[in-house]
Nanobody, 127 residues
Framework: QVQLRESGGGLVQAGGSLRLSCVASARTFSTYNGGWFRQAPGKEREFVAAISWSGSSTYYADSVKGRFTISRDNAKNTIYLQMSSLSPEDTAVYYC????????????????????WGQGTQVTVSS
């Protein structure tokens, strides 16, 4: 199974920006849709953004639309999440995930569609 490793989290002031990275151990990562989820203390893990295996399609949660951008570099087996205009409500552990179905032709916001997860990276936004 593919190993996913997130990085780039940290402490940032409200209004600031961060870029998260997720590197996959398998080259087949480029044939799967990828996603970012987050989990705040005491809350369920929620969808943030998804990107198609080719990088041509993206999908965002309403709460981050216009502020976050998901992208990928298949040559580097990496998915990114550029986050801007951060607010304290964005504080959470952020996880990247790989879709369970190769070359799926639609993006999913449900956790059940993903079967490989990273360990997460903490993002803390101070007010």
């Amino acid at each position: 199974q593919v190993q996913l490793r997130e990085s780039g989290g940290g402490l940032v002031q409200a209004g600031g920006s961060l870029r998260l990275s997720c590197v996959a151990s398998a080259r087949t990562f480029s044939t799967y849709n990828g996603g970012w989820f987050r989990q705040a203390p005491g809350k369920e893990r929620e969808f943030v953004a998804a990107i198609s295996w080719s990088g041509s399609s993206t999908y965002y949660a309403d709460s981050v639309k216009g502020r976050f951008t998901i992208s990928r570099d298949n040559a580097k087996n990496t998915i990114y999440l550029q986050m801007s205009s951060l607010s304290p409500e964005d504080t959470a552990v952020y996880y990247c995930a790989q879709d369970q179905t190769r070359w799926r032709n639609r993006l999913s916001s449900t956790r059940d569609a993903y079967d490989s997860w990273g360990q997460g990276t903490q993002v803390t936004v101070s007010s």
